[in-house]
């Protein structure tokens, strides 16, 4: 296992369609995060999981995007009725947290979406 | 409120060295990283530093910390080609389960 791997890494869709993500973490690392990034911007934190506890969800964009984790490995991001503001990079991360010790996050290559 | 700033650009001939600047409000950090991300790419963790130490190197990067100034800076030695990317800072505390908070990246361009 070589890192944090997203599929696909590039989805053009019509608005309206729906869209999922999926994220494969590094094996061991029980936290998992969904970020999104849009040009000349850093990311923006939507979402994470602790194993299959999806622990903060707030700053998820609004009622159309959803993220699961049901067995605490793989996660999904899903949007559903894409609209063009959607359009951006969207990252997942994982890490290993063990109590109070440290949280080094390990980013994923990206899926872009274009929503046309 | 939680900040972090970077310069957006910073220009360095190849083989000087290029130190990137970033500032932060949060006192309570845990952690300060340094992230690399190449045009198109994800985000690359270069090195991090845990908030009681001063200082950390590795190989070519080195890392400073002035805790009472909030300063964080990362200097890249023998600056070459490949290192053209921007670079994020970003700081995280056990209080709000270590998440992220961003600067904006800086877009260290090298010159021949």
């Known amino acids: 296992d070589t890192g944090v791997s997203q599929d696909p890494r590039h989805k053009i869709t019509k608005r309206g369609q729906n869209v999922t993500f999926r994220c494969d973490p590094i094996?061991?690392?029980?936290?998992l995060y969904w970020y999104r990034q849009t040009l000349g911007q850093g990311p923006e934190f939507l979402t994470y999981f602790q194993n299959e506890a999806q622990l903060e969800k707030s700053r998820l964009l609004s009622d159309r995007f959803s993220a699961e984790r049901p067995k605490g490995s793989f996660s999904t991001l899903e949007i559903q009725r894409t609209e063009q503001g959607d359009s951006a990079m969207y990252l997942c991360a994982s890490s290993l947290v063990q109590g109070e010790t440290g949280n080094t996050i390990y980013f994923g290559e990206g899926s872009w979406l274009t929503v046309v | 409120g939680e900040d972090v700033e970077q310069s957006l650009f910073l220009s360095v001939r190849e083989g000087d060295s290029s130190v990137i600047n970033c500032t932060y409000t949060?006192?309570?950090?845990?952690?300060l990283y340094w992230y690399k991300q190449e045009p198109g790419a994800g985000l690359q963790l270069l090195t991090y530093?845990?908030?009681n130490m001063d200082m950390k190197q590795d190989q070519r990067l080195t890392v400073l910390l002035n805790k009472k100034d909030k300063h964080l800076s990362l200097r890249i030695a023998d600056t070459q080609t490949g290192d053209s990317a921007i670079y994020f800072c970003?700081?995280?505390?056990?209080?709000?389960?270590?998440?992220?908070?961003w600067g904006a990246g800086t877009k260290l361009i090298i010159k021949p």
């Open positions: 949060d006192s309570s950090s845990t952690y």
């Open positions: 094996s061991e690392h029980n936290r």
């Open positions: 970003a700081e995280s505390h056990m209080d709000s389960n270590y998440q992220l908070i």
């Open positions: 530093i845990f908030s």
